[in-house]
């Protein structure tokens, strides 16, 4: 085997990260090159790439456009290809550390679908292979029991060695699941109000057990009140996603939640439009827009802000968050089911950008 580090690198030099534009050399990923010899005594090259995370969406095209530069090297080359991730600086919380990725999942107003789409992101998230949590937090309307089908479900407590109580989330296909509506009943839920609420709230995140997840999905409450502040100040978060329909009066209250992300300096990473337009079944070539059409990206546009796709309203999900099994995980997702994981890849580009912009940015060391 002809080969050297330099000849390998310069090679892996054309194969560019989709996500973040720029090349393996660039983003020093190459981490090692070891030459080595199998147990049949035939040469191969052993090479370490450190990614930013999430790298299960990217993994697949990179190795392939690897071996495809090798190849034009030698035809003959053997090559074992390693992942990893490249380690992220610390945060300033102590909260939901083995959590690499939170994303909370908002509206300025109810009824726009919201807790459907957040369901649905954590689905297609657990379908790639992520370690993903949900997290309901909203007291007045808590949805994601019963789109998961675990209504009335209490947590499974426990004691640490020095004496803390805590408790792990419940867990349905995989995900694990959090809400508000397993530790209250509505007749208590309709008399919380402020720091009452805030404490309630803090529970779900400082006293439960999350583990080591890939992803935690947050279910906000609607709006932009008090609590939706205090939260997204307390919680470390990666972002934020917007959920709204395409008429005119959401889109209003979409202004306000970027007002509000922004306020607390909570990047946005991109907002869905939801219920988009309406496919009949009998005519699948014709798309009826029943809400209006282009209010979600109109406002992404006006604020600079990423669109993510449009969801349409579709009877099937509908069903299948009334069935207590989100569509995506679903065999019959169809077109839906395709709308949502496109929606989510896009999704996950912006969480790598947001990752890369914090591994690339300068720390101020103070040496005294």
Not at 37 to 64: F, G, M, R, S, T
Not at 132 to 138: A, E, K, Q, S
Not at 152 to 159: A, D, I, K, S, T
Not at 328 to 340: C, P, S, W, Y
Request: net charge negative; with cysteine; glycine share 8%.
């Amino acid at each position: 085997m002809n080969l050297t580090d330099e000849k390998i690198k310069q090679a892996l030099s054309n194969v560019i990260d989709p996500d973040l534009n720029k090349n393996l050399v660039e983003l020093d990923a190459i981490q090692k090159i070891l030459f080595l010899k199998d147990k049949n005594k035939k040469d191969y090259v052993e090479i370490h790439i450190e990614l930013v995370q999430p790298i299960l969406w990217v993994a697949e095209e990179i190795n392939n456009r690897c071996a495809e530069e090798l190849a034009k090297l030698d035809p003959d080359i053997e090559s074992d290809i390693i992942f990893s991730e490249k380690p992220m600086p610390p945060r300033n919380s102590n909260l939901l550390t083995g959590v690499k990725n939170i994303i909370a999942v908002a509206s300025g107003k109810g009824g726009v679908g919201k807790s459907a789409i957040a369901s649905n992101i954590a689905g297609a998230l657990s379908l790639r292979g992520a370690k993903v949590g949900i997290l309901d937090g909203d007291v007045y309307g808590p949805s994601q029991p019963t789109m998961f089908g675990i209504n009335e479900e209490p947590f499974q407590v426990y004691e640490t060695e020095d004496g803390k109580t805590l408790a792990f989330p419940n867990e349905k296909y995989g995900i694990k699941i959090a809400s508000m509506g397993f530790m209250l009943s509505r007749n208590e839920a309709a008399i919380l109000r402020g720091p009452m609420l805030a404490g309630y709230f803090s529970m779900l995140f400082e006293q439960l057990d999350w583990g080591n997840l890939d992803f935690l999905v947050f279910d906000l409450p609607p709006g932009t009140g008090d609590i939706q502040l205090t939260l997204t100040q307390k919680i470390p978060l990666t972002g934020a996603v917007i959920v709204t329909t395409p008429q005119e009066i959401a889109v209003a209250d979409v202004r306000r939640s970027i007002a509000m992300f922004r306020r607390v300096n909570v990047d946005i990473l991109g907002i869905i439009e939801n219920m988009s337009y309406f496919v009949p079944p009998d005519i699948p070539g014709k798309k009826y827009y029943i809400f209006g059409q282009g209010g979600g990206k109109s406002v992404a546009e006006e604020n600079n802000i990423n669109f993510l796709g449009e969801v349409p309203l579709d009877i099937n999900m509908r069903e299948a968050n009334d069935g207590g099994k989100p569509i995506i995980l679903r065999d019959n997702a169809g077109h839906q089911g395709e709308v949502i994981k496109k929606v989510v890849s896009n999704l996950i580009s912006e969480v790598r950008k947001h990752n890369y912009a914090l591994i690339s940015s300068p720390s101020l060391k103070i040496e005294i």
